[in-house]
């Protein structure tokens, strides 16, 4: 989905899918196009080009190995995941008809159910690596010892643990109730709200967690063999992708002022 110049306002993409008898043809360059180097296929979003339902999205299954798709090249980014991130060309790709997706102007309802569940699932993640962080820190504090005892028996330091497990068991908590809710097949909507407000506190929770783990285990936090280090960097783009915080808060905000607090918070 994403482009230079459509990232949260996916409606901004400028690639373009031209229907060409049985096929369609395809123009565009995405942006950080995750796992591309372990696929075997890509989901492509694009306007059509022509006909009655042109400038219209639409969602195409590619092949990755297909005549006209090539990597630009690969950005190094913070995080040191094995899946990259590279910025792909799709030039005058041809694919059958067969391999759009649903119908020509159903391209931006999968993009919004993908973003359902993967605000979801990055509440999730962001649950679990916030676990681990407070077990590492807590087992790291309680075996430290400066000025003659642990430094878990510094109030500061508790104090520190003390709102990561608080905090971690509120975003837990939010995120199993959303997948209760999903479960339940809730108004779609009020699905849509709700992803947003477990990615948004789980993510910033996670953030809040890595850094005071960091400054828990101190000079050792900042090495690229601790475990603190390396989630501080990997957490950070969970604010990010599938919509960043801001866009999390705006999307929060707009389902308040239609449906009230109590539709949002049960």
Known sequence: ITEEGAGSDVDAIAATARPDGDHYVLNGVKMHVTSFNRANYCFFQAKITGGENAGAHAMFFVDVDAPGVRVVRTPVYAHTYADHHPIVAFEDVRVPAADLIGREGEGMAFTYEWFRYERLMIAARCCGAAERLIEEATAFAKERVQFGRPIFEFQAIAHMLADS??????????????????DRDIDVKLQHAQCSMAKLYASEMAGRVADRAVQIFGG???????????????????????????????????????????????
């Open 220 to 266: 050792r936090g900042y090495m690229r063999e601790n475990v603190a280090e390396r989630f501080y960097r990997e957490l950070r783009v969970d604010r990010i992708w599938e919509g960043t915080s801001e866009v999390q808060r705006s999307i929060v905000a707009d389902q308040l002022a239609k449906r009230g607090v109590r539709p949002l918070v049960g």
């Open 165 to 182: 497990v608080t905090e971690l068991w509120a975003a837990r908590l939010m995120t199993y109730q959303l997948a209760q809710s999903i």
